[in-house]
């Protein structure tokens, strides 16, 4: 059998991350899991802990888990490498305000944003760099565009809190591309923002890739979301 944390020892290697031993991995339906652990929990985060293909989860016991559902391997990967990053994240919050209680840092929309942003960046990161060669890159630019359009306009009355989790998770990968291929890929692509604010949301994000940069203008960031 794999060793899931050796995947995340050459994933830290490769991104520069900290590796983190505090944590267990636990290979399981999600919502099975959170349910016989608290039930209270789960039925007031229902809907989101049913559709997760990963989730950072502090346990009763207060020990941290890595929640991932089976699935095929590179999506299985993406959904690992993903959590573990919300795992250096939160470990970097915990003891920036001294607090260590997870599921309470876990609240803070401000930082629950940036932190699937972050998230999404480097696993999508991670991933490109397995077959870069192999990639059509302008067609999987177009896709990541694309599907935002799509999305905007799959309603006329979003969301909101979904409408900044899709857009921060597409600017994630956006930039991730951007970064890997930046010869073939346009900085900022037409019709990708859905206003004005939101290409300032994307403008902050662009140099806003680890937490030390970000967690000292974390009140800015604060700002944009409000006025979304």
Known sequence: MVDLKEIIKGFCEKCKLELYDNYEINVTDISEYVKSDDTEYYFERKEFIDQAMGLLYENSNGNIVVLVRK???VNFISSLIHEYVHLCDYN???NYRNDLDYRRLQEDFVFLFWTEFHATYLAYRYLINFNPAGLDVKNIQNEIVSDLIDYYSSS???DRHELID????SYGS???LY???DQEVTLHPKHYYFNGQFLKLYKFLEN???FEDF???FDDFKGLLLEI
């Open 71 to 73: 699935q095929d391997c």
């Open 92 to 94: 970097k919050l915990s």
């Open 156 to 158: 006329p009355k979003l």
């Open 166 to 169: 899709k857009t921060v998770r």
């Open 174 to 176: 956006y930039l991730a």
């Open 179 to 181: 970064d890997e291929f």
């Open 208 to 210: 806003k890739k680890t």
């Open 215 to 217: 967690i000292v203008r």
